[in-house]
């Protein structure tokens, strides 16, 4: 397992005290002062009703699928299964399969099945973790074969499959992603959900399972599995993520840390999504789930309250290191028994030996080369990036290809911007946010302007194009969007995974433009004139496409082509590329031009 950060870093930064009170406007930018990392120590905001939570947890689905580059889903193609080298065993049998989760893309894994049994069965996908053998790996502190043969023998299908880079799943490695993957939401944690989603759809394909039946549960990463893949994906009735659920550590590899993933959440909140669904919460006193019984376990059953179901949620406390041992394993047949089987009986719950079979006999490419067509990874990427642009392409309204922007890149227009003018200097903020823009205002008559430079409000006043608007008397603004002109203050970026938790400084500007447009129209409801300098004339044009009011477009893009390397250089961004890049943004403003 590659959780090596040391866990003696956790940081106690509530967000309460973090970020200042809805109608204030900060002394400093919250943007470089709280910067939330997989060890910062995180608190539950309180829900108050079903209908704030159930309005937060649609937000968070739709945040989870489009950082995972899942915004929109890709097509469900033929996962054409392959199923083989069937085991057979006194009550439970073993067979390879294989699954072509995207045209090309191969997914391994191991289905259990029981026997000497008739009828539809229940049906659980089983993600492993960090284990060196993945969903092989056979020892004291975890078994994948062991919870999967006990399952099978107690009456489930059972579904073991690989993470990426592991065993059979091999066309990427475990670990991949750089600024360009970033921009087209190519990961390793999207490329795992889409696979869970897949095994799903695969299992409930199956003659002798029962569809409405289906659950999951992994330890480790492959706790991060469970809960993302029953937080997007109703059809998981019931599960069982172990020794993940923190306040305190989120998850330490890429593949659990996809960028924009965690902005303004953590894992609590994406596990409490399965309610009113069973779940149970399995933990241990000698890792980062240590807290749970006192924490993570009453802030998750405060959800299932909203719904009047606070005893669909259990919590069982392990006394051992990072695991999924036998005690956590008995510990989830006796949940699952008693929601899914009505079989409340420990000793018919309990744990038997198991035979181990070969690892040649569980791999389905021993001996065996993947299927003819299967893609190397620069292949996959370009799939991807195919996919992408046709989905954009496609998409013939508006308003749609609009808030799949808004969406995959992670900015809003704001429902109010706070504001205090002194004179001709501006501030402006998000309430809640945290967020301090600085700007000049200078009132006038006629169609008001916002010119942004990249250099800040004092470059743009120095401009031609302020002097002219100035002369005229027109009502013009001036920002310094983030980390420009008097703005520019220290902000940490060398967190592990700082880009799960916090935006990039383009993005951040992309935000402060948006939250400029609102403020001039509360101010000014009508039409807006809108003015990119420099570097800026990149973030203008995406702002204009973004804005859900009239903007008028006065800048050109310059030598801006919206290849990738422009993005990483001039506007980086993760998610743009995914949500068609430059040709989305002409789209969106070729009548504001």
């Known amino acids: 397992m590659r959780y090596i950060a040391p866990l003696m870093r956790n940081l106690v ?30 608190t539950m905001p309180v829900y108050r009703s079903l209908a704030e939570w159930e309005a937060r947890k649609s937000r968070l689905r739709t945040q989870i699928l489009a950082a995972a580059g899942l915004l929109p889903m890709p097509e469900r193609t033929p996962l054409n299964p392959q199923i083989f080298g069937r085991i057979e065993n006194k009550d439970y049998s073993i067979e390879k399969v294989l699954l072509e989760t995207l045209p090309g893309y191969y997914l391994g894994g191991n289905l259990y099945r029981p026997l000497g049994r008739s009828g539809r069965f229940p049906a659980v996908a089983s993600p492993h973790g960090h284990w060196n053998y993945g969903r092989l790996e056979h020892q004291p502190l975890g078994s994948i074969p062991a919870r999967c043969i006990n399952l099978a023998r107690q009456g489930y299908v059972v579904f073991a499959y690989d993470m990426v880079g592991y065993n059979d799943t091999i066309q990427t490695p475990h670990i991949f992603g750089g600024p360009a993957e970033h921009l087209w939401s190519f990961s390793p944690l999207g490329l795992q959900l889409w696979n869970s989603i897949r095994v799903v759809d695969f299992l409930q394909s199956l003659p002798d399972v029962d569809p409405e ?27 069982a993520p172990v020794n993940m659920v923190s306040a305190i550590m989120q998850g330490g590899c890429v593949c659990e840390n996809a960028p924009n993933l965690r902005l303004g959440t953590f894992n609590v909140e994406f596990a409490a999504m399965m309610a009113p669904r069973p779940l149970l919460l399995v933990s241990a006193t000698g890792d980062w789930t240590r807290n749970t019984p006192q924490e993570e376990f009453p802030a998750v059953r405060s959800i299932y309250a909203l719904y009047g179901k606070p005893e669909n949620v259990e919590n069982v406390h392990i006394d051992a290191p990072h695991n999924y041992n036998q005690a956590s394993r008995e510990a989830v047949y006796r949940f ?45 990427f370009r799939l991807w990036k195919d996919m992408a642009r046709r989905q954009a392409a496609e998409c013939r309204d508006p308003e749609t290809l609009r808030e799949r922007l808004r969406l995959n890149v992670a900015v809003e227009w704001p429902d109010q911007v706070l504001s205090e003018l002194r004179g001709e200097r501006l501030l402006l903020s998000r309430a809640g946010k945290g967020d301090r823009i600085p700007g000049v205002w200078l009132d006038g008559t006629g169609t008001p302007a916002l010119i942004v430079h990249s250099d800040g409000a004092e470059a743009a006043r120095r401009s031609p194009e302020a002097s002219a608007l100035i002369k005229a008397k027109r009502p013009v603004l001036m920002i310094d969007a983030f980390q420009t002109g008097s703005a520019v203050a220290p902000r940490d970026r060398s967190h592990r995974h700082f880009l799960c938790f916090n935006q990039t400084d383009d993005a951040n500007r992309l935000q402060d433009i948006l939250t400029a447009l609102r403020w001039l129209s509360q101010r000014r409801p009508g039409p807006v004139e809108l003015i990119g300098l420099e570097k800026a004339r990149v973030w203008c044009l995406f702002a204009a496409a973004l804005a859900p009011v009239e903007v008028r477009l006065t800048s050109s893009l310059g030598p801006f082509t919206g290849s990738d390397q422009d993005f990483i250089e001039q506007f980086f961004v993760p998610g743009i590329q995914r949500a068609g890049g430059l040709e989305t943004a002409l789209r969106l403003t070729a009548g504001r031009r």
Do not use: C, W
Request: aromatic content about 6%; hydrophobic content about 40%.
């Open 13 to 42: 930064i509530l967000l309460a005290t973090a970020l200042p009170l809805a109608g204030q406007i900060p002394e400093q930018d919250a943007r470089n002062t709280y910067v939330p990392n997989t060890d910062t120590h995180f």
């Open 213 to 239: 039946r289906i659950g999951a549960t992994g330890a480790s990463g492959g706790g991060t599995q469970t809960f993302l893949l029953m937080a997007v994906d109703d059809r998981i009735k019931f599960a």
């Open 336 to 380: 699952f028994g008693k929601h899914v089987l009505g079989e409340t009986d420990p000793k018919k719950l309990a744990e038997r030996s198991i035979r181990v079979e070969k690892l040649q006999d569980m791999l389905a490419l021993h001996n065996r080369s993947l299927p003819a067509g299967a893609l190397d990874y620069a292949g996959l």
